[in-house]
C-alpha cells in the first residue's frame, strides 16, 4: 500500500463540492438555484476577451518571466498608486495562477511544525487547510457577528506570541462580507510592532467590493509593516475572472526571490494569453465594474431584506464582497444539515458556516451573485421549506 505523508492533514473547499451536487442534481431534470458558489454571474467584459484572442492571433504562445510580464507587472504597480495612493515596484509583483496560490507560497514559506500561523475564523477555508498541511498549528482570530463581523484588534493581539510566524488578515470578507474599519486596523498595525518577527499576509480579493459608502483600508497604506507585509489581490472577482486563474501578489524585497522560486518550481509561468487579458482589465475602461458592483449592491438589500423577513433567521447588512451570511440558530436546524436539506429539499445551494471555520455553527452562507429574480425565488423556497419542516428542528 502507498503511503503518502502528511495529506490526511490537507482539507478542501467545500463550496466546490456543493456546486458538482448541485450541477448533478440539474443534470437529472431538478430545478436548482445556486446562492453556494462565490463567483460572479456576470461574462468578462468583452474588450478583456478580445486581447486574449488578439495575444494569441498575435503569437504570444511562449513562456514568460515566472513573475509575469514586465507590462502587467507595472500595470498592477499603476493600479495600486491609484487605489490606494501607493508607490510600489514593479520587480516585487508576481503574477499567479489564481488567488489561493498566493495563500499557498505565504503558507508554505512560513509553516513548520512549532509555529503558529493565525486566520480568520469563520473564514476562507483553504487558510486552516494549508496551514495544517504545513504542521504549523491554526491558530483562528474570531470573526463575531456582534462584531459586525469585523476582526478585534485587541483579540487579535492577544493571540500573538513569539511563536507567531504568520497573520492572515482578510476585509473585505469571506464568507460574512465583513469590513474591519481604519480605527480598528490602525490598532492593530500599532500592536504588530510589538512582534516584527511575524509576516502578515492581507487577502485583499474583494477590495474593490464595498457598499454604504464603506471604505476599503488596504494594509499597503501603513509603512510600518511593508517590509514583512505580503498583499494578495486579482481579477476573479473584480472583473468577473474566476475561470481565467489570475492573481497578482505584492511581496517585501526580503521574500521576493523566494516566491520568484516557488513560482519556477510550481507553474513556471502564468499563461501568456490570460496575461494581456489581465493588462487589458487594468488599462481599460472600469465601467463594467462599476456596473457590477452596483447591481450586486442592490441584490445585497434584496437578500437582507428577504432573510430577516424569514423566521428563525436573522442577517446582519455586508459591508463588502458578494456573500450574506445569516444567524440561523432560531430555527432548531444545525448549519450543515439545513444546507444540505435545502439543496436536497428545496433545490437551493447555500453553504453551511462550520465549512468556514470552528465559529461557523449556526450561519450559512449565501452568494448574491446571482439574479434578483433567483434570489427572491430561492428566499421563497428558504421560507417555505424551513415553515413546512418544523417537525424536525428539535432533532436536529
Not at 526580503?254 to 493588462?279: E, F, M, T
Request: aromatic content about 8%; glycine content about 8%.
Amino acid at each position: 500500500m502507498i503511503t503518502i505523508s502528511g495529506f490526511d492533514r490537507i482539507g478542501e473547499e467545500n463550496a466546490f463540492a456543493v456546486l458538482a451536487r448541485a450541477t448533478q442534481l440539474a443534470s437529472q431534470g431538478h430545478d436548482i438555484i445556486n446562492l453556494g458558489i462565490g463567483q460572479p454571474d456576470f461574462k468578462t467584459p468583452d474588450h478583456i476577451v478580445e486581447a486574449a484572442v488578439k495575444a494569441l492571433r498575435d503569437g504570444h504562445h511562449g513562456y514568460t518571466p515566472a513573475t509575469g510580464i514586465a507590462p502587467l507587472r507595472e500595470a498592477v504597480s499603476a493600479d495600486l498608486l491609484k487605489r490606494h495612493g501607493v508607490e510600489t515596484n514593479p520587480d516585487e509583483v508576481v503574477i499567479v495562477p489564481g488567488g489561493k496560490v498566493t495563500m499557498f507560497m505565504a503558507i508554505l514559506m512560513f509553516g513548520e511544525p512549532g509555529v503558529d500561523i493565525l486566520y480568520p475564523d469563520p473564514g476562507f477555508p483553504i487558510y486552516r487547510s494549508m496551514i495544517e498541511f504545513t504542521g504549523a498549528r491554526p491558530v483562528p482570530v474570531p470573526i463575531r457577528e456582534e462584531n459586525n463581523f469585523a476582526f478585534s484588534a485587541e483579540e487579535t493581539l492577544s493571540l500573538m506570541t513569539d511563536k507567531t510566524r504568520l497573520l492572515i488578515l482578510n476585509s473585505p470578507a469571506n464568507p460574512t462580507g465583513g469590513i474591519t474599519p481604519r480605527s480598528e486596523i490602525e490598532k492593530l498595525v500599532n500592536g504588530l510592532e510589538a512582534y516584527p518577527e511575524a509576516a502578515i499576509l492581507s487577502d485583499e480579493i474583494y477590495s474593490q467590493m464595498t457598499y454604504d459608502g464603506m471604505e476599503h483600508v488596504s494594509l499597503l497604506t501603513f509603512p510600518s509593516i511593508r517590509d514583512r507585509l505580503i498583499l494578495l489581490d486579482g481579477w476573479s472577482k473584480t472583473y468577473a475572472m474566476t475561470g481565467w486563474r489570475l492573481g497578482f501578489s505584492l511581496w517585501p524585497d526580503q521574500l521576493i526571490d523566494k516566491a520568484r522560486k516557488l513560482a519556477v518550481n510550481a507553474w513556471s509561468c502564468v499563461n501568456a494569453p490570460a496575461q494581456y487579458a489581465a493588462l487589458a482589465a487594468l488599462s481599460g475602461p472600469q465601467d463594467a465594474v462599476l456596473e457590477m458592483v452596483e447591481e450586486f449592491d442592490r441584490r445585497r438589500k434584496v437578500v437582507v431584506d428577504g432573510l430577516n423577513a424569514i423566521d428563525g433567521i436573522s442577517c446582519k447588512t455586508p459591508l463588502g464582497a458578494f456573500y450574506a451570511y445569516p444567524n440561523i440558530k432560531n430555527t432548531g436546524w444545525k448549519a450543515k444539515k439545513l444546507a444540505s436539506a435545502l439543496l436536497e429539499d428545496a433545490g437551493v445551494a447555500v453553504i453551511g458556516g462550520p465549512d468556514f471555520g470552528v465559529l461557523g455553527e449556526g450561519y450559512i452562507r449565501l452568494s448574491y451573485a446571482n439574479s434578483t429574480a433567483n434570489i427572491n425565488t430561492a428566499l421563497d423556497r428558504v421560507r417555505t421549506f424551513l415553515g413546512t419542516n418544523k417537525e424536525k428542528q428539535t432533532s436536529l
